[in-house]
Every structure is written in structure tokens, then in C-alpha cells.
């Protein structure tokens, strides 16, 4: 079975495991707050309630339970953040925001839709030097934020979609309808010869209306220069 299409049930029946292609470079960046060194941290996740940051070269040495401040730098823009460290590993490390004064609401205008919009790429038009998989019709991605997938069939209809909007995952798939979850985690699969993410999500009992609404403002306001009219028509369809 294609690495795409890969899915693989846990123990857990509400976790499944998905392996999407990654385009390798974001321009959400991190920088933190009292640090020697000047290093910036690429975002490659983001929610309301924290990130997972990144560094390419020479590692961190940031540790669980740790307090830190800094910056998020995106396209012009700045957004003031205070985390606690969760997790870590070797070149990436997850954080929770700390919700202090109005700081919800600064998130969510910092991850308004109309920022999602004004920063989405449409990836299926450029010339990547990665394994893209040969069914994969349309690839929007506005950085750590937001990514559409749509799939088709050897025939080119269009076969299955998924969106993964902040921590929301929406899917459709041809046969099977739609169904709706949460991101759990999210991890960077680079080898020599594929480019790619491995996300583990937790999918709903039932499908939650507010995370098809969610995916329904954003779809409705993605510009034709990105998919076609008929591919955003059969997304709003579906949802």
C-alpha cells in the first residue's frame, strides 16, 4: 500500500496513524528569549494551545518543564508568546502556551482565517524536489497552520480530501463520508529518499459539526488562483 494512503490502527481504535508529504520549509519562525546563541526556531505545528518547533542544525537543549519567551514571526507579523516545554527530542520540541491577560485572543487573530488565507501555497504548483505522490491532485499549505490534501482516482475524479487546520483533522473519502478528529502529535520522517510527516490522530466518535464549520469558512474563502472552482465546489459539497 502507497505511504499516502497508509493507515494504520492502534490498540485505541480512536487513534490512527497517517503519513502525508512535507514540503520542507516554513515561514513561521520562533525566536527565542535570552538565549546566547542567535537561533531561529522553524514552526511546523501550531494551535491555540502551543507549537512544535524545530531546528535543522546543531540540535537544542531545551528541557521538559521548562519556562521560555519569545517571539513568533510570521510574514510581518509578531505575536508576544510565554510556553512551558512538554516534550523533546533530538531537533524538535513541543510547547504549551501559557494563557495569561488577553493573550486567547491575540492567538486566535494571529491564526485568524484571513491570515491562513493571505499566507496559503499552492504547492501542487510548484516544482518540488520531493516524492509527491502521483495521486495527489491538489496540496494547499499556509506553514505550520493549515494543510489541504485532495487525492483523486486513476481516472482523475476526485477520491479524498483532508484537512488539517490547527489541531482539527476533517477528512472525506469517497465511500466512506466524513469524519473529523483531533492532531495528537506530528513527527518529521526525512530520510534520504522521501520527504514526509507523520501524524497520529484521534478521530471522533461522531463527527463534530464545529470542526466541519471551521473547515467550511476557510474552504469558502480560498482564492481560485490556488485550486480550481470545480475542486473548492466539491470541497464545500462534501462538507
Sequence with gaps: ????????????????????????????????????????????????????LMVRDGGHDFVDGEIIKGDIHWKGQELDVSCVVRWTNEFSFGV???????????????LS???LIKSIRPLHLEELSIDRPASLKYWLQSDGALELFIWQHQDGELSKFQIILLENFVEWQDGLGIRTG?????????????????????????????????????????????????AKEFLQLKL
Excluded at 42 to 48: L, M, Q, R, T
Excluded at 103 to 108: H, P, Y
Excluded at 188 to 216: C, G, V
Design 1 to 52: 500500500m502507497e505511504s499516502h494512503l497508509a493507515l494504520i490502527k492502534s490498540q485505541i481504535k480512536e487513534l490512527e496513524k497517517r503519513v502525508f508529504p512535507r514540503f520542507p520549509f516554513n515561514y513561521m519562525v520562533f525566536k527565542c528569549l535570552g538565549r546566547s546563541k542567535n537561533i531561529t526556531y522553524e514552526v511546523v505545528d501550531i494551535s491555540y494551545t502551543g507549537m512544535q
Design 113 to 115: 482565517v484571513e491570515n
Design 96 to 110: 504549551e502556551f501559557k494563557i495569561i491577560e488577553d493573550f486567547d485572543v491575540k492567538i486566535r487573530n494571529f
Design 182 to 230: 483531533k492532531v495528537l502529535t506530528k513527527r518529521d520522517l526525512d530520510t534520504p529518499l522521501l520527504h514526509s510527516d507523520e501524524f497520529i490522530f484521534q478521530i471522533d466518535e461522531t463527527e463534530d459539526s464545529e470542526k466541519i464549520n471551521f473547515a467550511k469558512e476557510v474552504v469558502s474563502v480560498i482564492p481560485e488562483k490556488c485550486i480550481p472552482t470545480l
